[in-house]
């Protein structure tokens, strides 16, 4: 099986920045994308970047010049650095490994809270 553990979440101003990281563990030979998703209260579950195989990479239009995905493929590890944070980016951050060679399974972390304050 796969575990994925978020960590750098927290309280941080308007115009901040956070550094979030998910290390995936176990069976992870065949990782074909990491990346994170977020939930507002109240609010769908929405994708905020991934990044794939090969180093493409996908953001939300809302974080696009903002946030950054890279990745450390010796440690399976993914990060999300987040600058010039805004209230409306609060949410739970959830870290997604999309890992299979014939069928891909999706794993997800537990969530890490990030707070914005205007």
């Known amino acids: 099986q796969v575990q994925l553990v978020e960590s750098g979440g927290g309280l941080v101003r308007a115009g901040g920045s956070l550094r979030l990281s998910c290390a995936a563990s176990g069976s992870v030979s065949s990782i074909n994308a990491m990346g994170w998703y977020r939930q507002a209260p109240g609010k769908q579950r929405e994708l905020v970047a991934m990044?794939?195989?090969?180093?493409?990479?996908n953001y939300a239009d809302s974080v696009k010049g903002r946030f950054t995905i890279s990745r450390d493929v010796t440690k399976n590890t993914v990060y999300l650095h987040m600058n010039s944070l805004k209230p409306e980016d609060t949410a739970v951050y959830y870290c997604k490994a999309e890992i299979g060679v014939i069928a891909t399974v999706d794993y997800w972390g537990q969530g890490t809270q990030v707070t914005v304050s205007s």
């Open positions: 990044i794939r195989s090969g180093e493409s990479t």
